[in-house]
């Protein structure tokens, strides 16, 4: 009887390491990973962490990776395959790092201040990445750093806007901003004296309005506030204004040169 002769083709030898960049951020696109050619193998199957999707390369020793913004960390894997099936896999594992949402408001507590009096800044929504933090300016988004936090102290001279964002090792994000208000000076209406710091007639935190009345203004020191006001060494000139000084209240004037009524 005639001979059969039968070819026993091997299954691809086993993959050799995985080369590529172990940490990423989610939404990296374009990320390189490849193998050494394996021997028997006629195409590469590669398998990829949830959310990662092969940009090009596919069914070759080299291939290029885009993360989505939810892709998540897990194992790069590869083998070789032929007619007769896969060889043995080679597994390479990669960290996806979270990127950071930007903040969706900023508010002031309080919203209004007298010059140099304090506001509390605090961020709300978004959230931070991986090595994020979030981060507050003045003059614009990514101005002049002036903090950093979920919440800050400001003191400002004048009414000021401050800006805040997420930064960290994946992304930066979007500003959102708040603005804090310092009154000017003086002007129409009354103002009622409060006394909340010290007596000192001229420190504009001691005025319901966080500013200074003048020459315009009407005043009133009601009785029971924890300082009563004085104007010591002032040098001004008097108006018919009205100052109405309520029962308790009291009002000191320490005349200085250069006054004239």
Known sequence: SAAIIITVNPVPAA????????T???????VSYSVGAISGAT???????AGATIASGTNTNAITV??????TSGNITVEGINGCGPGTLSAFAVAVNTSSTAPTGATAAPTTVCSSGS??????GGSLGAGA???????????????SGASIIVNPSSTTTYYVRAQGSCNTTTCTSVTVTVPGNGGAGTWV?????????????????NCLPDGSSDVVIPG??????????????????????????????????????
Do not use: E, H
């Open 24 to 30: 990423v951020c989610q939404g990296q696109n374009g």
């Open 224 to 261: 029971g506030t924890p300082f009563n006001p004085m104007i010591s060494g002032a040098t001004a000139t008097c108006k018919t204004r009205t100052i109405n000084v309520s029962a308790g209240g009291n009002l000191i004037i320490n005349t200085g040169t250069g006054g004239q009524c």
């Open 133 to 147: 933090s979030w981060n507050w300016y003045t003059v614009s988004c990514g101005g002049t750093l002036i903090g």
């Open 119 to 124: 506001s509390t800044l605090t961020v709300t």
């Open 43 to 49: 195409g590469y199957n590669w398998v990829l962490p």
């Open 15 to 22: 993959a050799g390491s995985i080369t590529g960049t172990a």
């Open 66 to 71: 885009d993360f989505s913004g939810g892709a």
């Open 193 to 209: 004296w409060t006394g909340t710091i010290d007596n000192n007639w001229f420190n504009p935190c001691n005025w319901d309005k």
